[in-house]
């Protein structure tokens, strides 16, 4: 069971910028595909990007391409999200998940595991 553990979430300005952090508890997290994913209130979680299992493949929502970027470094077991001009639209919780298949997918049922989140709250 893989374990993923989401920090960096905190309340900025717009145009400020946040970096996520997620940290899993196993050494296969390098197989892994990794993606994140946020909910705001009231709505569906929605995707937000992800990366393959070594980093050579990238997908985002249009609505953050730009100004998101993923990255991981396997060598710390971590994924990142660094999120740079950020919008009160960008208000939600984010999450990270795992996906053993590997491959970067957007789709929220291909992932494994998922951490608890954390709150990223932008005001205008």
């Known amino acids: 069971q893989v374990q993923l553990v989401e920090s960096g979430g905190g309340s900025v300005q717009a145009g400020g910028s946040l970096r996520l952090s997620c940290a899993a508890s196993e050494r296969t997290f390098s197989s892994y595909a990794m993606g994140w994913f946020r909910q705001a209130p009231g709505k569906e979680r929605e995707f937000v990007a992800t990366i393959s299992w070594n980093g050579a493949s990238t997908y985002y929502r249009d609505s953050v391409k730009g100004r998101f970027t993923i990255s991981r470094d396997n060598a710390k077991n971590t994924v990142y999200l660094q999120m740079n001009n950020l919008k009160p639209e960008d208000t939600a919780v984010y999450y990270c998940?795992?996906?053993?298949?590997?491959?970067?997918?957007?789709?929220?049922?291909?992932?494994?595991?998922w951490g608890q989140g954390t709150q990223v709250t932008v005001s205008s």
């Open positions: 998940a795992a996906s053993r298949r590997g491959l970067a997918t957007r789709g929220e049922n291909l992932y494994d595991y």
